[in-house]
């Protein structure tokens, strides 16, 4: 059994450490707040921007031809993968991690070389778990986090649709975690571009309804997609972040009770040793006291 000294530095270490986890677990959770806040609203006008989409939809032969909707001749493809550039938020970046090793390895699988699959890390901590992989890294971003805002996140998204318009990638697909609630973040694969059109299905004895477009379809869709595009990057930012301080603030939560609970332990065990270091005097104080009789 340890001495009552280890124990009790023991004991005051498991203490200090709760109260960092359980300090960091209530930032988070004010943070997550605020950035759940953001993606809630985020959503609804996202999802109604991608619905205009469907309205262009019954001109099938201008959609086809739009130059958001074809993949071009380019071998390249790119993946943005978003992470935190923080740690202690449990499983949140190795998940990414994996997913996008996984991506990658499909990549290869199709007959895609190595050499033309690019990746840009945002976020501190996938760099760091992808740059001893063999991966290519062309570019990262650590600060975008610091102040994430729709005028920041609008200039990466516009340099990532010249890449695909200048004909350097055929494809450029999102790894980030999708936001559900504080618990659970789902890690998801985002087609960024080309744009994924995807219909509803059409409802028995549906009514069908032809617009008129004015201008063009073909107009309408090169001034709508890279508004929605930015909107669509900022809004995967978005819940890369609020899944990162909810991941955090769960995290958190468990290590603060797994520290109450070892102090509890740390405590019955201290009391023991305190109660057999107690008894133990007094034997040797009645035995003593005997041997002095005798």
Not at 35 to 46: G, V
Request: aromatic content about 8%; overall charge positive.
């Amino acid at each position: 059994m340890p001495s009552l000294k280890e124990i009790r530095t023991r004991l005051a270490s498991v203490k200090s450490t709760r109260q960092i986890t359980n300090a960091m677990k209530m930032v988070s959770a004010a943070k997550l707040r605020k950035a759940q806040d953001a993606i809630l609203q985020m959503r609804p006008f996202s999802n109604k921007l991608k619905g205009i989409y469907q309205i262009a939809s019954e001109a099938q032969e201008e959609n086809t031809q739009n130059v958001f909707f074809l993949p071009n001749a380019s071998d390249k493809v790119l993946l943005i993968v978003i992470s935190s550039n923080r740690g202690l938020c449990g499983a949140f970046n190795s998940n990414v991690v994996k997913k996008c090793l996984s991506w990658i390895y499909e990549k290869r699988e199709s007959g895609i070389n190595e050499n033309n699959i690019d990746i840009i890390c945002i976020g501190k901590k996938g760099y760091d778990s992808l740059k001893n992989k063999k991966v290519k890294i062309i570019d990262t971003d650590f600060t975008i986090f610091d102040n994430l805002t729709f005028e920041n996140t609008g200039k990466i998204a516009d340099q990532l649709i010249n890449h695909f318009l200048n004909k350097k990638y055929s494809c450029i697909d999102l790894v980030y975690n999708q936001f559900r609630n504080a618990v659970l973040q789902d890690v998801i694969i985002d087609r960024f571009l080309p744009v994924v059109f995807e219909k509803s299905p059409e409802e028995p004895y549906e009514e069908k309804y032809y617009y008129i477009h004015e201008p063009s379809v073909d107009a309408l869709l090169n001034n709508l997609i890279p508004v929605s595009l930015r909107i669509q990057f900022h809004k995967a930012l978005l819940d890369s972040y609020t899944s990162e301080h909810g991941a955090r603030m769960t995290a958190m939560h468990k290590a603060t009770d797994n520290a109450t609970e070892l102090i509890s332990e740390l405590e019955l065990t201290y009391n023991k040793a305190r109660q057999s270091s107690i008894t133990k005097e007094l034997l040797e104080i009645v035995s003593g006291a005997n041997a002095l009789k005798g």
